[in-house]
């Protein structure tokens, strides 16, 4: 089975600084992989997904992440947090390692909660 | 439009009560998942259903049922849950089952177990 390993549970920052959010993965095939954000008492909301082509991806709301096959690591950045920001960050990422077949379904990290501080 | 809905926000249920949750898509999507979330705890994965056949069943006991009456609902059916079942449950969509698909999810189920 896939897996991806996020380092740090809480990661705090000043309102302007760079967000930097770490993950890990681990696979033997090429991974697709996926940041999703989630406000308290909600949903998750996709931010970027990597599947194949161009290793840094943009995504919603100012974030991007580059995929390091090397490093086997796929960190989220912001270059500037806003107060907005403040939420958990999951990676993520397609596994179909799961029984049945046929479909697949998403393994998460452990998720990081990330503060901003004024 | 990119939303998944879901019914009810908040659910409060005895050990011997049925009830059930309901989720739906309009996106055409032909994939549907449930997941489990514990507090500060990561989504885990349930059941998928594709193209309205349930493919996986992560190892969920029985006392959880999933249904998919059509292509845009997904039902879970609950009965005599323990209060180590309380958590927030989410269902998801994607255009397939593929790996390369991204999952939308709704704004998800919290329900406590009594």
């Known amino acids: 089975a896939q897996s991806v390993t996020q380092l740090g549970s809480h990661v705090s920052v000043s309102e302007g600084a760079l967000v930097l959010l770490r993950c890990n993965y681990s696979?033997?095939?090429?991974?697709?992989l996926f940041w999703y954000v989630q406000y308290p008492n909600q949903g998750l909301q996709l931010l970027l997904k990597?599947?194949?082509?161009?290793?840094l991806v943009k995504g919603i709301n100012g974030f991007e992440a580059e995929f390091k096959k090397s490093e086997t690591s796929f960190h989220l950045t912001k270059p500037s947090a806003h107060m907005s920001d403040a939420a958990e960050y999951f990676c993520?990422?397609?596994?179909?390692?799961?029984?049945?077949?046929?479909?697949?379904?998403?393994?998460f990290g452990k998720g990081t909660h990330l503060i901003i501080q004024p | 439009d990119t939303e998944v809905t879901q019914t009810p926000k908040h659910l409060v249920m005895g050990m011997t009560n049925k009830k059930s949750l309901k989720c739906e898509q309009h996106?055409?999507?032909?994939?549907m998942y449930w997941y489990k979330q514990k507090a500060k705890k990561p989504p885990e994965l349930m059941f998928v259903?594709?193209?309205?056949?349930?493919?996986i069943n992560e190892s969920v006991p029985s006392r959880f049922s999933p249904e998919c009456p059509n292509s845009s609902l997904l039902n879970l059916h609950l009965h005599a849950l323990q209060p180590e079942d309380s958590a927030l449950y989410l269902c998801?969509?994607?255009?397939?089952?593929?790996?390369?698909?991204?999952?939308?999810f709704g704004p998800g189920t919290r329900l406590t177990v009594t």
């Open positions: 998801a969509s994607s255009q397939e089952g593929g790996l390369i698909y991204e999952q939308y």
């Open positions: 259903y594709s193209y309205e056949k349930l493919s």
């Open positions: 993520a990422v397609s596994d179909s390692a799961y029984s049945g077949g046929g479909a697949d379904g998403l393994t």
């Open positions: 996106m055409g999507h032909r994939a």
């Open positions: 696979s033997s095939v090429p991974p697709y």
């Open positions: 990597y599947t194949t082509g161009a290793t």
